[in-house]
């Protein structure tokens, strides 16, 4: 008889640092001979995302089907005008979630699993449990932050106040079984610590419950760079009845993604620019795709490059979603600190190839916002790390980095959202990481285990084929 057909259903949400896992994760599916549908909600927010999933189907045209899930707008009457766009998308897609069970129900072919992102866990699990097969979330941050968010249902239901709120059980530090260091209150994403009610709190603490009802979680992350929370997770400590905790990374960057397709094309100029620097000399600067950097820290931030002294690659953003106006970094920085930024280094302002970068010899360290695609990306080139966390997660994501030993975190600046960082101190900071050999030395070792994890016969392998055979039977 012939093989049985292995078809996982995929449903990310909003943003490229929810987009890529979930396509990176599909492709691990597709490397076993999977056929895969990919649910796409519309209209994306970013171009950046419409694009990747376009170049993500036209890769595979004969293995993957995408269908799109078109989405109810909110009542615009209803939603808070300075909404973040992408926490927007997430509402709207929960909003609309009564037209995903009428999808999945009349796919052609059998789902074997369904696979989506963290952020809908508590809309979609309903739809999930009225379908033949099982379903898992994938979720696009470090395992220090799904401990987190597994261990505040326990922490509410040991609080005697009759409605527990995260402000007060949340204590000074959260100590979660089987972890070493606990999380302290300033790294927990503020938004989670609000007093009155928001959408946010509810949405983590209905996940939290909602977490014991999924057959499995997928994450981006191994053993080597977060051993004790994914012990931790696995072994019942941090909460009894999780389903298992798959830790399939590093999700590795794919050919697809690539935005010309091998060539070098629009990002010929930086390649070129980088090819002309001596090896592991640059610092690259990125703050990720979510958070725009503001103005007032804008000058400083050239300031404090400059003074560094090292040559620079610094993607920065003006805007927070791609379709926006923008206006110009000369305007920002006036044309006397322009020209001295392009003496020492070169400053995109368009969404770059960030695998590309990270992977050039010439890049010694990177100064991130902690997003865990790009940590994840950065442990895979064996690249140092300074994290400067701007929102949400980037404080417990940057905990992690700094206890795996291949970063460090500026701490002492707090949030990136709330404060200037003056030019002298971030000079300091990308001087420590440049000169710390500790650092590289560490991150080489951890970029041999990524390649491990990754390589044949490693966990990554290990645990997609141990699913696809468990998902024939
Ligand atoms: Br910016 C930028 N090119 O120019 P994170 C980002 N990326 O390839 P985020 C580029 O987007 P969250 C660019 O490689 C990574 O895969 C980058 O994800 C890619 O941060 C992804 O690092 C960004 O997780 O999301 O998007 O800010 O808020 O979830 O941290």
Redesign the pocket.
Known sequence: ASEPVVHVALLPSA????L?PCLRLAASFLRYGCKVTFITPIPTVSI?ESNLISRFCSFFPHQVTQIDFNLIPLDPTTVATNIDP?FLQFQTIRHSMHLLYPILSSLSTPLSAFIYNASLISAVVTISEKLLCPSYIYF??AARMLSFIAYVAVLADSDSAAQPHPSTFIGDAVQIPGFTSPITRSSVPPAFLLQGSNSFQRMIMEDSRKLLKLDGVFINSFEELEGEALGALNEGKVVRGLPPVYGIGPLM?CEF?SVDQGQRGSMSWILEWLDEQAEGSVVYV??????ETRKEQIKDMALGLIESGYSFLW?V?LKKVDREEEEGLEDVLGSELMSKVREKGVV?K??????KILGHPAVGGFV????????T?TVWEGVPILTWP?????KITSEAIRMSGVGIWADEWGWGTEKVVKGKEIAKKIKEMMSNESLRVKAGEMKEAAKKACGVGGSCEVIIKGLIEEWKR
């Open positions: 943003g490229m640092g929810h890529n950046a992408f696009p941050s960057a993604e990125s703050l990720g795709s979510r958070t993607v953003k995109v368009e969404f770059v190839d960030q695998m991130s916002h902690g997003g865990w695609n790009s940590i990306e701007q929102i949400g997660d980037q």
